[in-house]
């Protein structure tokens, strides 16, 4: 049984950090690349960033390029996704799953867990 469990959300102040995370369990984390998504209120839920199977390659929407860094501990099945420099516009419920094919993916392979809320006031 597929679980993706997200933690680490919060409220924070425009500029501020979050650090999420995510644990995986009951498929082979370690041959998959993982991914951070995100949905705003009336919003599609869109693609944060990715990262590959062995953790060597990323890929990060350009809303969050320079800000945010995707990174994943294999020995422990988790994915991480540091935020730095929040802003308004960040705000949204953070979901973690794993992706068809690889890190240039935009195909979430499994159901969704429940997210992490964050929320960035100005």
């Known amino acids: 049984q597929v679980q993706l469990v997200e933690s680490g959300g919060g409220l924070v102040q425009a500029g501020g950090s979050l650090r999420l995370s995510c644990a995986a369990s009951?498929?082979?984390?370690?041959?998959?690349?993982m991914s951070w998504y995100r949905q705003a209120p009336e919003k599609e839920r869109e693609l944060v960033a990715a990262?590959?199977?062995?953790?060597?390659?990323?890929n990060y929407a350009d809303s969050v390029k320079g800000r945010f860094t995707i990174s994943r501990d294999n020995a422990k099945n988790m994915v991480y996704l540091q935020m730095n420099s929040l802003k308004p516009e960040d705000t949204a419920v953070y979901y973690c799953?794993?992706?068809?094919?690889?890190?240039?993916?935009?195909?979430?392979?499994?159901?969704w867990g429940q997210g992490t809320q964050v929320t960035v006031s100005s």
């Open positions: 799953n794993a992706l068809v094919e690889n890190h240039y993916s935009d195909y979430p392979l499994y159901e």
């Open positions: 009951g498929f082979a984390f370690s041959t998959y690349a």
């Open positions: 990262v590959a199977s062995a953790g060597s390659g990323t």
